[in-house]
């Protein structure tokens, strides 16, 4: 994808994500977070949850994957603004949907607005800026 390609309105494909407790361990560990409720289901059901839950920079992992596999090797993330609503926990599937809600040529950049579903409802809201190199000569 180039920057002459977006579009505002521009639908992204949708990407599921099924949150498997591997995933949800594996994202905690990598990102150095040991809270016993990302690994630990005793633990987490203590907090008054069904199960593990998937953390938040797991879940920002999941939307900069998201938006990078769309827009390609070409698009830089400049910026990622992220809130999170319903855990991801176990056993669920995490449904990723977005759209190209700004376009600015005179700074080749583009603002993406994301949004991940699960099962309970909506698990993270995000504003995703990319930005494009200067145009080859």
Not at 28 to 34: E, S
Not at 66 to 83: E, M, S
């Amino acid at each position: 994808m180039t920057f002459d390609d977006l579009r505002t309105g521009q639908a992204l494909p949708e990407l599921v994500v099924p949150i498997t407790a591997s995933a949800i361990v594996a994202g905690a560990i990598a990102t150095n977070d040991f809270e016993n409720v990302h690994h630990d289901k005793a633990a987490a059901q203590a907090t008054g949850v069904p199960d593990i839950f998937m953390n938040i920079l797991t879940t920002n992992g999941f939307v900069q994957r998201f938006v990078t596999d769309w827009a390609g090797a070409n698009a830089r993330i400049r910026r990622i603004a992220i809130r999170l609503g319903a855990p991801n926990f176990a056993g669920d599937v995490m449904k990723l949907g977005g759209e190209v809600a700004a376009v600015d040529p005179a700074a080749r950049t583009a603002e993406i607005k994301v949004s991940g579903r699960n099962g309970i409802g909506e698990h993270v809201a995000a504003t995703v800026t990319i930005g494009f190199a200067e145009r080859a000569r």
